[in-house]
Each structure stands twice: as C-alpha cells, then as structure tokens.
C-alpha cells in the first residue's frame, strides 16, 4: 500500500491566545505558517497571537492548568472541534495534491510547514510531517473528507 490514512482520535487541542512570550509548556513558539514540537505537545501558529497546541488524549486539564499557570491569558478546549488523521505512504503528497492548492514540494512546503486552506473545499490545518503529513479537518465535515480521500487514493492503493 503507497498511502495509508489513520485516524488519530480523541487528541487535545487547546486554542491559545497569546500576545507576549517566546514559550509554551517549554517548546519555542512557532513562526507564522510553521509548527514547533517538543515536551509531547505541538504547538501550531493558527494567526498574529493565537496557537493550536495538540497533545495525546486525554491531557486537556493537564495542559489548560500549566498554560494558565504559564500566564496564557486565554485557553479553550477545543479537542471535540476537529478530526485528526495521519497521511502516510509514497504517495500521500499526490493524494493531497487532487484537492489542495498547497504547493507540496518539499522545497516549498518542507516538514514543519503548518497551513489552513481548502482542501476539496473543506477548510483543514495541514501540518508537513518529515514522515507524511497531519490533517485536523472540522467534525461535521470529516464524513465528506474521509469519503473524498479514500477515493482519491484509489488509484495508489495496490
């Protein structure tokens, strides 16, 4: 098989705003478009003052607790808000290719890239892994995407 699809359910996601700092639970604060990853957690940049972390289930009161101990001035739980899936295999860039715009290459978009676009005009949160790729894709819409992936991939399954 040249493309595998995996569910990673139930992960925590914290939405973070924050204005000042230079940390998170101890991992460098991402650059804009990037993610940081470190101390079990990624940090994702989602726009100016706002991060994404996403961690291992189940560690949302773990976390929200030390980020408000960190100073973080605002923490939501938004863990039930987003499905997350692993894309792996040769191929998996080109599966992601018949619906995003996203130049993939790893030139453009090397590994640590973290980008919200289209992707078959569902809005997801791409992170380029040196190992495939993370797709956080909205619960109510994670039906079409998984259905709209699965047949994309059809040409690359054996």
């Not at 994404?52 to 773990?62: F, K, S, T, W």
């Not at 791409?126 to 819409?141: A, C, K, M, Y």
């Amino acid at each position: 098989m040249t493309v595998d699809a995996v569910e990673e359910p139930f992960r925590t996601q914290l939405t973070v705003r924050l204005r000042d700092g230079h940390t998170l639970l101890g991992v460098g604060l991402p650059e804009p478009c990037t993610f940081t990853s470190g101390n079990g957690v990624d940090i994702l940049w989602m726009g100016p003052d706002e991060y994404l972390v996403l961690a291992d289930p189940g560690r949302q009161i773990e976390l929200e607790t030390a980020l408000r101990d960190e100073g973080a001035p605002a923490v939501v739980d938004v863990s039930a808000q987003r499905n997350v899936l692993r894309l792996t295999g040769s191929h998996a860039r080109d599966v992601l290719a018949h619906g995003c715009s996203i130049d993939l290459d790893p030139s453009v978009s090397p590994p640590g890239t973290c980008v919200q676009t289209l992707f078959a005009r569902t809005g997801i949160v791409l992170l380029v892994r040196e190992d495939g790729f993370t797709i956080l894709v909205r619960q109510s819409f994670a039906g079409y995407f998984t259905a709209w992936l699965a047949d994309a991939s059809l040409e690359y399954v054996s």
